[in-house]
């Protein structure tokens, strides 16, 4: 049990499907991060929330939109993706990113397949 | 910029010796290091961490080593078990990339019985 909780687990969707990857924290942590995690590369940071508000969007296609609606839970709905978009995506959280150091701990994961 | 790697993406050793993964950096302004473990089926977990005013840092049979000379950090876990076989990470962050971290690739360490 890490503390993040990442649902579904597995998701296969086609491309003009709409679905949302949910990830919830019982840590008490005011962070929380999205990261894409493809075969073979290091892992990418998607989107960061600070206290409910976004702080970083690292170029990430519109097709991905997150929603933080408090500081425990976030959402990453999907859109018209792309084949490419295949992946692990990783939801992570963090006390507080203002200090910077500090470990950030992962969920399970969402291992997504767009057919 | 900064970027992680780490020198070899496979690491086979013979159960109970020790293992060590290595990990370069590019930003000698990195100020805050992770190790991560992942294993299959699972998001990385949190194994120890090092602040750049150490040089070493110890805990349950893993220990971190930070040279900021060259700018290389390793993972040393003593008396590897089957348990570990799994992908280790390093990570680092440094402030004034906005205190998000940056991820190395990643080694798979395998344990043979």
């Known amino acids: 049990e890490t503390g993040v909780t990442q649902t579904p687990r597995h998701l296969v969707m086609g491309m003009t499907n709409k679905k949302s990857l949910k990830c919830e924290q019982h840590l008490g942590h005011n962070a929380m991060y999205w990261y894409k995690q493809s075969a073979k590369k290091p892992l990418e940071l998607m989107f960061v929330?600070?206290?409910?508000?976004?702080?970083e969007n690292n170029s990430v296609p519109s097709r991905f939109s997150p929603e933080c609606p408090n500081s425990s839970h976030l959402f990453l709905h999907l859109h018209t993706l792309q084949p490419e978009d295949s992946a692990l995506y990783l939801c992570?959280?963090?006390?507080?990113?203002?200090?910077?150091?500090?470990?950030?701990?992962f969920g399970d994961g969402t291992r997504l397949s767009i057919l | 910029g900064e970027s992680v790697g780490l020198h070899l993406p496979t690491l086979s050793v013979q159960e109970g010796d020790n293992s060590i993964i290595n990990c370069a950096y590019s930003n000698s302004a990195s100020d805050y290091f992770i190790w991560y473990k992942q294993e299959s089926g699972k998001g990385p977990q949190f194994i120890i961490d090092i602040r750049s005013n150490m040089d070493k840092r110890q805990g349950q049979r893993v220990t971190v080593l930070l040279n900021k000379t060259v700018k290389h950090l390793s993972l040393q876990i003593a008396a590897t078990q089957p348990g570990d076989s799994a992908v280790y990470f390093c990570a680092g962050l440094h402030h004034n990339a906005g205190n998000m971290l940056t991820f190395g690739g990643g080694t798979r360490l395998m344990v043979k019985p």
């Open positions: 992570a959280s963090s006390q507080d990113p203002g200090t910077g150091n500090q470990p950030q701990h």
């Open positions: 929330y600070n206290f409910k508000e976004q702080t």
